[in-house]
């Protein structure tokens, strides 16, 4: 088996397509054809984590967080990131992250957290609305070739669902001028061609490759299309999520149920503005970004991690705010990636890092 044969699983699971523009998920690091020894799963990648990677014969190493994140103009060394780089290129050590399109997708990060938390009648927070459809002419015998490129260019998925798309049969016209370079019919004559009307759906970042794969794939040298930018929600994309606990408990009773699930050596919060909380809402990771998602929705608590001073003032009298640290929030992030990899490949091993790689420390 290859590595690619795993790529493939966990973008088909957490498209790309999700990630957020500033983000680099994907194959960092390594061959896609490199034959697979066994995996290693991260939240993150240090040097304990290259050399526990290969003292388990791991040539895949799945990580949450990318190795590659910011622009490097030079690898000598001199970072976390520089070091592992080198050192997993050294032992032939693929690094796949699958990031911010694992926070985004329906069963992903926050799905993990409502499992834990063991939240009833689970939703997006803040559904992604970026979404296009393209519409496209093309005749009769090429459909199937064309709407196979489209699907492989990543359009067409709608939650546990992909190869969608809606056709309908029709009559298109043309003639053909001159300079033209007809594929079907003669200049200046009116061609009648049975053609059929192809509907898409895709998000915004996917535009390119969806347009590239139309172009590469339709016999027409000038092809009727259109995208249109459509006002839906995708309830099964989007950042953070939210629902029910099973019932109404104390909120000094959740803080600490909460502190005992994620193993917080401590926990921020604002003021108690209620006695009890019952709809709760959540982001793995930085989710300060979601705190009026959060207020719009009427959850009466929003837990997160790397709020910063000002979000605790400006919300206080709003909702009750809880920062349980970013590691903390992520961490079961590692149990998500090899369940889906175990459930669907058994001739290798899969192992979850006994690193701990979160950079914070507390004093006791």
Do not use: W
């Amino acid at each position: 088996m290859k590595i690619k044969d795993i790529i493939d699983y966990l973008e088909d699971f957490a498209p790309i397509s999700l990630q957020e523009d500033y983000d680099n998920s994907g194959l960092n690091i390594g061959n896609v054809n490199n034959e697979l020894t066994n995996i290693l799963i991260s939240l993150d990648c240090n040097l304990e984590v290259i050399k526990e990677a290969i003292s388990k014969n791991c040539n895949l190493l799945v990580t949450h967080h990318p190795i590659i994140f910011k622009n490097l103009r030079s690898i000598t060394g001199s970072n976390n990131s520089e070091n592992c780089i080198v050192e997993a290129i050294k032992n032939n050590i693929s690094i796949y992250c699958i990031h911010t399109n694992l926070d985004n997708t329906f069963y992903g990060v926050n799905y993990k957290i409502a499992e834990k938390l063991k939240i009833n009648d689970y939703k997006i927070l803040k559904p992604i609305s970026n979404i296009f459809k393209l519409e496209v002419y093309c005749p009769d015998e090429h459909c199937d070739e064309l709407r196979n490129a489209i699907f492989e260019s990543g359009a067409g998925k709608m939650g546990n669902y992909d190869s969608c798309s809606f056709n309908v049969n029709g009559k298109g016209t043309f003639k053909p001028l001159s300079g033209s370079k007809p594929s079907i019919g003669k200049k200046n004559k009116l061609e009648v061609v049975s053609e059929q009307k192809l509907d898409f759906i895709f998000y915004e970042n996917q535009m390119r490759n969806v347009l590239q794969a139309m172009i590469k794939s339709h016999p027409y040298e000038k092809i009727a299309h259109q995208v249109i930018k459509l006002n839906n929600k995708n309830l099964y994309a989007g950042s953070g999520g939210y629902g029910f606990l099973a019932k109404s408990t104390r909120t000094f009773d959740f803080f600490k149920l909460l502190k005992s699930i994620f193993k917080a050596e401590g926990i921020r919060h604002t003021k108690i503005l209620n006695e009890k909380v019952h709809k709760i809402a959540f982001c793995g990771g930085s989710g300060s970004f979601l705190i009026e998602s959060a207020i719009k929705n009427k959850c009466d608590i929003f837990i997160t991690s790397d709020l910063k001073y000002h979000d605790f003032f400006d919300y206080q009298d709003q909702i009750c705010i809880v920062d349980i640290g970013h590691f903390e929030s992520e961490q079961f992030t590692m149990d998500l990636i090899k369940e889906k990899i175990s459930q669907n490949f058994s001739t290798f091993d899969v192992h979850l890092s006994n690193v701990k790689t979160n950079p914070i420390k507390y004093l006791n």
